[in-house]
């Protein structure tokens, strides 16, 4: 494979990124190219001693997602960690989709479940004081704060859980990526 291939399908697997990475890690790996060529290599040994370009690709994208997620706690920064993690493990993903699933849909129906409780809480505190509420105005006050407050405490729960699995999968991830780099190693 020649250093244009190489790049063209290295810049295929990293497209989706921020464009001034792709441009770094692109340049990086024509360093690479150059390097090789002032030591009399040719650019196919150079090529096949770098590797597959679309295997690196999403190894890279991997990293940087987990870079993100270290970075910036955020649900975009955690979903793109977690389509980096499915794009390096495709094969491991389909053990994992059973189990992940699951509890991703878990803790999904358990968010909206704390966001009903949330507004009927509200609901609770609005209205209850101006209806018949069962135990007067300061009952139907109260119940309404506490739900509402029950509801803001399980989405802060579900919210470190949440962190806790999507922690797990990175270090699946790591963990992956460690165990088969000798093996991907020794393909090359």
Do not use: C
């Amino acid at each position: 494979m020649k250093r244009n291939e190489f790049i063209r399908r290295l810049k295929a697997g990293l497209s989706g990124m921020p464009q001034d990475d792709i441009d770094e890690i692109t340049s990086d790996y024509e360093e690479h190219f150059a390097a090789g060529a002032a030591e009399g290599r040719s650019e196919e040994e150079v090529a096949h001693a770098l590797g597959n370009p679309s295997r690196l690709a999403r190894e890279l994208r991997f990293e940087a997602g987990f870079r993100n997620w270290e970075s910036a706690r955020s649900p975009s920064s955690a979903w793109g960690a977690i389509l980096a993690f499915m794009g390096l493990a495709t094969i491991d993903i389909l053990i994992l989709m059973p189990i992940v699933l699951p509890v991703l849909g878990v803790m999904f129906g358990l968010f909206l479940a704390a966001l009903a409780v949330f507004i009927g809480g509200g609901f609770v505190l609005i209205v209850g004081p101006f209806s018949a509420f069962p135990g007067g105005i300061l009952v139907a006050i109260l119940t309404g704060l506490g739900m509402m407050s029950a509801a803001v405490a399980a989405a802060a729960l579900l919210s470190i859980i949440g962190i806790w699995i999507i922690n797990a999968l990175m270090w699946f991830g790591r963990l992956h990526y460690r165990v088969l780099q000798p093996a991907i190693n020794s393909e090359d």
